[in-house]
């Protein structure tokens, strides 16, 4: 890796370290807002309008909302072999499975990328978003690994995605710190597998329902430039790749904090839970309880809260953040 991007300033770390020493500070009594939903909707909206930024921090929860779900009908369609053969029960839990051999583990780990990177985002939540902040000063940090902001039309420039993407490898010695486009491997593995396309171009199951279960082994990815074993580049330990491209954006976000940190800004949380709520979470209640200037706003299914010390200038919203969005363009459209 460029030594330029290591002397760069690291928003991921720098954010954490914030949210951590932030939440010692906070009480333990939390709220679930004030007002209606509706005059909660009111409120989003006036900030959305008169905000002089807009932080965008998401989670898992956001892509839920706009259909990937990794169980039920997704999951049965494309997963129906593996699922006789092992008994899985959905795809996140199935990509650890006790596999017969790394040709099977690849031709499930084929699938898993492919419907979840390539193929069309099944409902428009994120291009709904996209709509309420395209003209917007806007950052974003999310920790989901799908892509679909950037699918969406979400500049590049304003995306931090801090945990990895489906779309690249890397090796699993990460030392040469670099990452690798997948898309050509995965495509050509899913039609290894029997894959047939359809009128949309996009891999469906055959008619028959034939597949194969394991790609040819000079199928199994390599790394190009030592030949070493590949794997996803997923945050899951400490031999997780931070390239250069994670990098640029880690300083990119960080300098985006500094460089708003005493304006109008609104810190608009969605679809994050408890599993990880150091990246987002903590680090956006703690610019809001710093910044006198700022909002924080919620959206979440059954876990929209904040801190009390914060509670008025907090925005929560318990729902599905689909139809969240869908109200909000709704209510932009009668203005």
Same mark, same amino acid.
């Given at each position: 890796?460029?030594?330029?991007?290591?002397?760069?300033?690291?928003?991921?770390?720098?954010?954490?370290?914030?949210?951590?020493?932030?939440?010692?500070?906070?009480?333990?009594?939390?709220?679930?807002?004030?007002?209606?939903?509706?005059?909660?909707?009111?409120?989003?909206?006036?900030?959305?309008?008169?905000?002089?930024?807009?932080?965008?921090?998401?989670?898992?929860?956001?892509?839920?909302?706009?259909?990937?779900?990794?169980?039920?009908?997704?999951?049965?369609?494309?997963?129906?072999?593996?699922?006789?053969?092992?008994?899985?029960?959905?795809?996140?839990?199935?990509?650890?499975?006790?596999?017969?051999?790394?040709?099977?583990?690849?031709?499930?780990?084929?699938?898993?990328?492919?419907?979840?990177?390539?193929?069309?985002?099944?409902?428009?939540?994120?291009?709904?978003?996209?709509?309420?902040?395209?003209?917007?000063?806007?950052?974003?940090?999310?920790?989901?690994?799908?892509?679909?902001?950037?699918?969406?039309?979400?500049?590049?420039?304003? +995306?931090?995605?801090?945990? *990895?993407?489906?779309?690249?490898?890397?090796?699993?010695? =990460?030392?040469?710190?670099? @990452?690798? %486009? &997948?898309?050509?491997?995965?495509?050509?593995?899913?039609?290894?597998?029997?894959?047939?396309?359809?009128?949309?171009?996009?891999?469906?199951?055959?008619?028959?329902?034939?597949?194969?279960?394991?790609?040819?082994?000079?199928?199994?990815?390599?790394?190009?430039?030592?030949?070493?074993?590949?794997?996803?580049?997923?945050?899951?330990?400490?031999?997780?790749?931070?390239?250069?491209?994670?990098?640029?954006?880690?300083?990119?976000?960080?300098?985006?904090?500094?460089?708003?940190?005493?304006?109008?800004?609104?810190? +608009?949380?969605?679809?994050? *839970?408890?599993?990880?709520?150091?990246?987002?979470?903590? =680090?956006?209640?703690?610019? @809001?309880? %710093? &910044?006198?200037?700022?909002?924080?706003?919620?959206?979440?299914?059954?876990?929209?809260?904040?801190?009390?010390?914060?509670?008025?200038?907090?925005?929560?919203?318990?729902?599905?953040?689909?139809?969240?969005?869908?109200?909000?363009?709704?209510?932009?459209?009668?203005?």
């Amino acid at each position: 890796m460029s030594s330029f991007f290591l002397n760069q300033p690291n928003g991921y770390l720098e954010t954490i370290q914030k949210g951590i020493h932030a939440l010692r500070g906070f009480e333990r009594a939390i709220s679930y807002g004030t007002g209606s939903r509706r005059e909660n909707l009111v409120r989003l909206r006036k900030e959305l309008t008169e905000a002089d930024a807009v932080v965008i921090g998401a989670g898992a929860g956001l892509s839920t909302s706009a259909g990937f779900v990794y169980d039920g009908e997704r999951f049965e369609r494309y997963f129906f072999d593996f699922i006789r053969k092992y008994g899985f029960r959905d795809m996140y839990s199935g990509g650890f499975g006790p596999f017969a051999s790394e040709e099977e583990r690849w031709a499930y780990w084929a699938r898993y990328i492919y419907i979840n990177r390539y193929m069309d985002i099944p409902k428009p939540v994120y291009s709904q978003l996209f709509d309420l902040v395209r003209e917007k000063d806007y950052f974003v940090i999310t920790t989901n690994v799908d892509h679909c902001f950037q699918r969406a039309g979400f500049d590049k420039k304003r +995306l931090f995605y801090t945990q *990895g993407d489906f779309g690249l490898f890397q090796s699993v010695d =990460p030392g040469n710190g670099k @990452t690798y %486009e &997948n898309e050509a491997w995965v495509l050509q593995a899913m039609e290894a597998q029997g894959f047939a396309k359809d009128e949309n171009g996009f891999f469906c199951v055959p008619e028959n329902k034939t597949l194969r279960m394991e790609l040819p082994k000079e199928l199994v990815p390599k790394c190009p430039d030592d030949g070493s074993d590949m794997t996803t580049n997923l945050r899951a330990d400490d031999s997780f790749v931070e390239d250069e491209g994670w990098h640029r954006a880690s300083a990119a976000y960080s300098e985006y904090l500094h460089s708003h940190q005493n304006r109008h800004v609104l810190y +608009l949380e969605i679809g994050v *839970g408890m599993n990880t709520p150091v990246i987002i979470k903590y =680090p956006f209640w703690a610019l @809001t309880a %710093e &910044n006198p200037n700022a909002v924080y706003a919620c959206l979440n299914f059954h876990e929209a809260f904040c801190p009390k010390q914060i509670e008025n200038r907090s925005i929560c919203i318990d729902g599905d953040t689909g139809e969240v969005l869908a109200a909000l363009a709704a209510m932009q459209k009668e203005a």
